[in-house]
């Protein structure tokens, strides 16, 4: 009889939370495969769903935090909003948020890249054994960054293309989760 009692609440939580995972799944998946079927050519358009997406799922975030209120709730919520925010941005001024975006990670990729090259030859000094690949890694994050800084419009796009395989890979995760979340309810209820 314990069993059932300590199963109520979590039954309880997951009936009201697997569509909410669910309606996010979907939405990523979209996003995502519109992304990866057009990456350059529907640039823009691909910057205001971003925009719609963020602040939907934003706000999906929030209503979940609050109507859970379990553990990490406040971060839950607090990532709902931020999301919102990251969302009005990205509508409000979509080319300067492509811009700084591509930039950011130009120069991520620029500075790791540059630290790998220096790390693979004191590791070639030192004599270890994955200097060469440690190298390669350098080599090719330089050469993304320099893409990214030499041609936003080409980052842009494979920027695009890659959180579109990302958002899909994302979707069909939460998809999965609130199904096996809906699941476990149901075999908890019997």
Do not use: K, Q
């Amino acid at each position: 009889m314990s069993h059932v009692a300590d199963s109520s609440p979590v039954r309880s939580l997951a009936t009201t939370i697997w569509w909410l995972m669910l309606a996010r799944g979907i939405l990523a998946l979209i996003f995502g495969v519109v992304a990866v079927v057009a990456p350059v050519s529907t640039l823009a358009a691909l910057l205001i769903i971003f925009g719609v997406f963020s602040v939907v799922d934003g706000i999906v975030a929030v209503v979940g935090g609050i109507a859970t209120r379990g553990t990490s709730w406040g971060w839950v919520v607090f990532n709902g909003l931020l999301g919102i925010v990251i969302g009005v941005i990205a509508l409000r001024y979509p080319e300067t948020t492509l811009l700084a975006m591509v930039l950011v990670i130009a120069a991520w990729a620029l500075v790791t890249g540059f630290f790998a090259i220096f790390g693979a030859i004191e590791g070639r000094r030192e004599g270890g054994r994955a200097w060469g690949w440690t190298l390669v890694s350098g080599v090719l994050s330089v050469l993304l960054g320099l893409l990214f800084t030499l041609d936003p419009v080409a980052g842009a796009g494979t920027l695009v293309l890659m959180t579109g395989i990302y958002a899909v890979l994302l979707g069909a995760t939460w998809i999965g989760v609130a199904l096996t979340v809906r699941s476990e309810a149901r075999s908890a209820g019997r």
